[in-house]
């Protein structure tokens, strides 16, 4: 990941490849942003008329490139847009920082090091531009053989190196809560690039046990305790929700716990992913044009994986135990049928009318055993329906719980991490949908609201009293369209930023 440092240099002398500055959107034309006085004084102050006639507005996501005034070491100036000026008096939205940064440093690929001298009135700005850096600078090569054989091991996909070193000017780097902010953002966008990573990898090399391995792995690494059931245990134990949807596979399920422990914790939060290696449909086939991004549908458990190190990385005064559901979804002469019923880890029966309906089946025995430790909270995040994606489109997650305030809660920390989400209701007329002549429930409703429905499934298998939030992720968890802000194709980490930021208020006492 790209090296970050807060440097008191000043712009001129910095020895780097660029220097990026803020540009914002004002009433008469672009204006430059604070943080770039010395690089609009060497301008002659005309740095705002340059951009102008090089034709930036200022508006968001917006670079542009320009040579660095004489007297300066670096030879480019990058402009990235912040898009409009703030209010007289406030700060500029932490969003814009963190997606400007984002872009800056996407554009600055193949730069072994730049400055940024963006907007840093506060600690917390310092965090955003930092963590704008470090998720935009991603990349995800792993696979690409032949850009390796041209330009040597290191070479990445684009034939350009993401920026190896970021040096954020203007903070103030002996300030505690400047380093704080800046240690904070570098482990929460280590683990969350890690997610990216996962999402990212082929199916065929992270089946349930390759993933299970990674957590145990990382679990040593950072002193979390770590229980894997394989199948033997899981039949043993009766989960029979995640045997079902692993029925077909040639790699069979895992269900992970992960448990982190503070000495000084009050609270305790679960949070559970559904974590399909690859969603075939299984005998409910999908369709081509369906089932090329299915390496996706572990998205949730990446995400849960990634909060729990970060939590353990950060030292939170909060329990966290996250519940990596892991199976792959298969057809096979093995394969549960449409029409098969399933018993359930918690003792329910699910008749299976869809095989492709299977992230409620292995999330409903990982809510059930999750809720066996009676935690203050449970919140489970899965790629779980394309409704929620009709409903809300590719960028903004559902958030769907059985307490308003809870709800109310994660949507506020999903918003202070800056992950577009939006509340979403579980009507109760659409329960009887999934009424079932033969068993207990059927793992299939009414069409219309599918993503609710699944929401209400899940809901059957919270353990009574406890409250819960379900994320449904399913648009914003794979980016299938050009990068943007701080977010690159493919996998994005999406939820991994509430998740922790929902911890840390847990931790303060500022939530339930
Ligand atoms: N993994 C899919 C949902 C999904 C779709 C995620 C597109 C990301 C992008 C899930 O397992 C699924 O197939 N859901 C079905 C449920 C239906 C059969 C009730 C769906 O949404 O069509
Ligand atoms: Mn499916
Ligand atoms: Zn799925």
Request: net charge negative.
């Amino acid at each position: 990941m790209t090296a970050l440092t807060l440097s008191t240099a000043a712009a001129p002398g910095l020895r780097a490849d660029a220097i990026v500055i803020g540009v914002a959107k004002g009433a008469n034309g672009p204006s430059v942003a604070p943080g770039a006085e010395a690089v609009d004084k060497a301008y002659d102050g005309r740095l705002a008329g340059v951009l102008e006639t090089l034709g930036a507005s200022g508006a968001e996501g917006e670079v542009t490139k320009l040579p660095a005034p004489s007297g300066f070491k670096a030879p480019v100036v990058v402009a990235v847009g912040l898009g409009a000026e703030p209010d007289k008096d406030a700060g500029f939205d932490p969003e814009a920082l963190r997606r400007a940064a984002g872009a800056a440093a996407r554009a600055l690929a193949g730069a072994k090091k730049a400055a940024f001298a963006l907007p840093l009135a506060e600690a917390a700005d310092a965090g955003v531009v930092a963590e704008g850096v470090l998720l935009g600078a991603y990349s995800f090569d792993a696979y690409k053989e032949s850009a390796k054989e041209t330009k040597g091991a290191k070479a990445k996909a684009n034939g350009k190196d993401p920026l190896a070193e970021a040096a954020l000017l203007g903070g103030k780097p002996r300030d505690k809560a400047y380093k704080a902010a800046i240690e904070r953002a570098a482990a929460v966008a280590e683990e969350l690039n890690r997610a990216r990573d996962l999402v990212n990898t082929p199916p065929n090399d992270l089946n349930p046990e390759a993933f299970a391995a990674v957590a145990q792995a990382a679990a040593k690494e950072h002193g979390i305790k770590v229980q894997v059931l394989d199948e033997k245990a899981l039949t043993k134990g009766g989960y029979g929700g995640i045997l079902g949807v692993g029925a077909g596979s040639a790699s069979g399920p895992r269900l992970v716990k992960l448990s982190y422990t503070s000495p000084k914790a009050k609270k305790s939060l679960s949070f559970v992913g559904k974590g399909i290696t690859y969603d075939s449909g299984g005998i409910s086939l999908k369709p081509a044009g369906h089932n090329e991004t299915m390496k996706c549908d572990m998205a949730g458990a990446a995400a849960v994986f990634a909060a729990v190190v970060a939590a353990a990385r950060l030292g939170l005064e909060v329990n966290v135990t996250g519940w990596l559901a892991l199976a792959e979804n298969m057809p096979s002469g093995s394969a549960t049928r449409p029409g098969d019923v399933l018993r359930m880890y918690s003792g329910k029966t699910v008749e299976v009318l869809n095989t492709d309906a299977e992230g409620r089946l292995v999330l409903a025995d990982a809510l059930w055993a999750a809720s066996q430790d009676k935690p203050d909270a449970i919140i489970d995040v899965a790629t779980l329906t394309g409704a929620m994606m009709l409903a809300l489109g590719s960028r903004t997650y559902g958030i769907m719980a059985n307490d308003d305030a809870f709800r109310a809660a994660v949507h506020e920390a999903a918003e202070e991490s800056g992950e577009p989400a939006w509340p979403m209701p579980l009507p109760e007329h659409l329960r009887k949908g999934m009424d079932s002549p033969t068993a207990d429930i059927a793992n299939m409703g009414e069409r219309m609201g599918g993503g609710l429905v699944a929401g209400l499934f899940l809901r059957e298998f919270v353990g009574e009293g406890i409250t819960w939030a379900h994320l449904d992720i399913a648009g914003p968890a794979f980016n299938e369209g050009g990068p943007f802000g701080y977010t690159p194709k493919g996998g994005t980490g999406t939820a991994v930023r509430t998740l922790v930021r929902v911890a840390e208020r847990v931790a303060l006492g500022d939530l339930g």
